[in-house]
Nanobody
Framework: QVHLEESGGGLVQAGGSLRLSCVAS????????MGWYRQAPGKQRELVAS???????NYADSVKGRLTISRDNDRNTVYLHMNRLKPEDTGVYYC??????????????WGQGTLVTVSS
């Protein structure tokens, strides 16, 4: 199956930057899409950004122009470059992948999450 390992979270002041990384490992044929979701305290998990293997990306309106998603297909890694961070960006950031297995089945996997705290 697929195992996701996130890193890069931490505490940053408003206006600062962070870079999150997520590495996929395991037994699969390919990773079709990868994405970042976040869950703020007391709120539901929401999509932040996603990217397909061909590079097509999608962003939540609240992060457009500040956060950028990228991926390294050779390393099965997705990044979230976070600039001009705001206190409302605070939350646990989860990586998600959609993979194709050797059996032809598709499977979704989630990472354990990494905490991002933006102080005002």
């Amino acid at each position: 199956q697929v195992h996701l390992e996130e890193s890069g979270g931490g505490l940053v002041q408003a206006g600062g930057s962070l870079r999150l990384s997520c590495v996929a490992s395991g037994t699969f044929t390919s990773i079709n899409a990868m994405g970042w979701y976040r869950q703020a305290p007391g709120k539901q998990r929401e999509l932040v950004a996603s990217i397909r293997s061909g590079g097509t990306s999608n962003y939540a309106d609240s992060v457009k122009g500040r956060l950028t998603i990228s991926r390294d297909n050779d390393r099965n890694t997705v990044y979230l470059h976070m600039n001009r961070l705001k206190p409302e960006d605070t939350g646990v950031y989860y990586c998600k992948s959609e993979a194709l297995l050797g059996s032809g089945c598709r499977t979704n996997a989630w990472g354990q999450g990494t905490l991002v705290t933006v102080s005002s």
